[in-house]
C-alpha cells in the first residue's frame, strides 16, 4: 500500500490542466503553420496532422499508422471507464460505500495535483458524469454499429492522443468531485439545480442526438437500400445540420463539452478539456470543409465549415 501522505507532497502539478493546455497549444500552432504554411512543412508532418480522406495518396502505411477504425477503441476504453466513474459517484453519493481505496486517490492525486479540492457540488459532478456515460457508450455504439470506416490510416500518436482524451476528461470530474478524493469534503445530493445546468442537459442531449444523426447519414452514404457496405468512398453528405456546415458532428462535439462546462461551472478543470476540444473540432472542421470542397466541384457554396452562417 502506497502511503498517500507523504507521496502527495511531491505531486504539486495538475498534469490534466498541462496536459490539456498543450494539446490545445500544439493542435492550435501546428494548425496555423499547416494551414497557411503547408508547403514549408516536412511531409511527415503533414501526413501526421492530416490523416484520412485529408491526404489522400499520400496516406503512409508504415508501422506507426494504424487503421482510423481503430477510432473504436476510445470508445470501448471511454464506455468502460465513464460507467465505472459514474458507478463510483453513484455509490459514495448514496452512501454505499465510504471513500476511496488510497491507491486509486493516490492516482487521482497524481494528475490532479496535490492541492485538489471540491469545486462542484455533488449533484453537478453526478449529472455531468452520467451524461459523459451516456455520451461515450452513444459513441461506442455510433462506431460499431453506424459508422462505416474506410481503409484510411492515423499516426499512433493521435491513436493515443484519443485515449489520453477520455482518460483526462473522466478524471476532470472526478478529481474536483466532494467526497472523492477525501471523505472529510463529502456532501449528499440535494437535487438542486440550476437554470444554467438544466438548460446545460437540455441542449446536451440535442446535441448528442443531432450528432447521432449526423453519423448515421454518413454511414449512409456507403451502403446500400438493403443497409450492407457498398463502398468507403467519399460523397457529399446531405440533410439536415449538412445543410448548414460540413461537419455537424464536430460542431455538436463542441456543444457537448461547452455543455458540460456549464454543468460543472467552477471546476477548474473543464476549461482547459474544453479549450482543447475547441481547439480540435474547428481545425479538423476547417480541414474537412476545405477537402470538400477541393474535391467535389459542386459543392454547396452556403455551407460553413463548422459554425452555421459564421465559420
Not at 112 to 133: E, H, N, R, Y
Not at 204 to 209: R, S
Not at 248 to 269: F, R, S
Request: proline residues 3%; charged residues 15%; contains cysteine.
Amino acid at each position: 500500500m502506497l502511503n498517500l501522505n507523504t507521496l502527495l507532497l511531491t505531486y504539486n502539478l495538475n498534469y490534466i490542466k498541462i496536459i490539456f493546455l498543450l494539446l490545445a497549444a500544439t493542435h492550435f500552432l501546428l494548425g496555423i503553420f499547416v494551414n497557411w504554411f503547408e508547403k514549408n512543412l516536412p511531409s511527415h508532418v503533414i501526413i501526421m496532422y492530416k490523416y484520412g480522406k485529408l491526404n489522400g495518396k499520400k496516406q503512409s502505411f508504415t508501422p506507426d499508422y494504424v487503421p482510423k477504425s481503430w477510432f473504436r477503441h476510445f470508445y470501448v476504453f471511454a464506455s468502460i471507464f465513464s460507467m465505472v466513474s459514474f458507478l463510483l459517484l453513484f455509490l459514495t453519493y448514496f452512501n454505499y460505500i465510504y471513500g476511496l481505496n488510497e491507491d486509486l486517490r493516490i492516482i487521482l492525486s497524481f494528475f490532479g495535483g496535490s492541492q485538489i479540492k471540491p469545486t462542484v457540488s455533488a449533484d453537478a459532478s453526478f449529472i455531468a458524469m452520467g451524461l459523459m456515460a451516456i455520451h461515450c457508450c452513444r459513441r461506442f455504439y455510433e462506431t460499431h454499429f453506424v459508422s462505416v470506416f474506410s481503409d484510411a490510416k492515423m499516426n499512433i500518436g493521435v491513436y493515443f492522443v484519443g485515449h489520453f482524451h477520455y482518460f483526462g476528461a473522466i478524471l476532470a470530474i472526478l478529481c474536483e468531485a466532494p467526497g472523492i478524493l477525501n471523505r472529510g469534503d463529502f456532501e449528499a445530493m440535494n437535487y438542486d439545480f440550476s437554470l444554467r445546468q438544466i438548460l446545460g442537459v437540455i441542449v446536451f442531449l440535442w446535441a448528442n442526438k443531432t450528432q447521432f444523426d449526423s453519423a448515421v447519414i454518413l454511414g449512409q452514404l456507403r451502403k446500400n437500400e438493403k443497409g450492407k457496405i457498398s463502398s468507403t468512398k467519399h460523397y457529399i453528405p446531405r440533410g439536415k445540420y449538412f445543410e448548414l456546415v460540413s461537419c455537424p458532428h464536430l460542431m455538436c462535439e463542441v456543444v457537448i463539452y461547452l455543455c458540460l462546462w456549464a454543468i460543472l461551472w467552477g471546476n477548474t478543470n473543464w476549461p482547459y478539456v474544453t479549450l482543447w476540444v475547441i481547439a480540435n473540432q474547428i481545425e479538423c472542421g476547417l480541414l474537412s470543409h476545405w477537402w470538400y470542397k477541393e474535391t467535389f466541384k459542386n459543392y454547396p457554396k452556403e455551407r460553413k465549415a463548422i459554425i452555421p452562417y459564421i465559420l
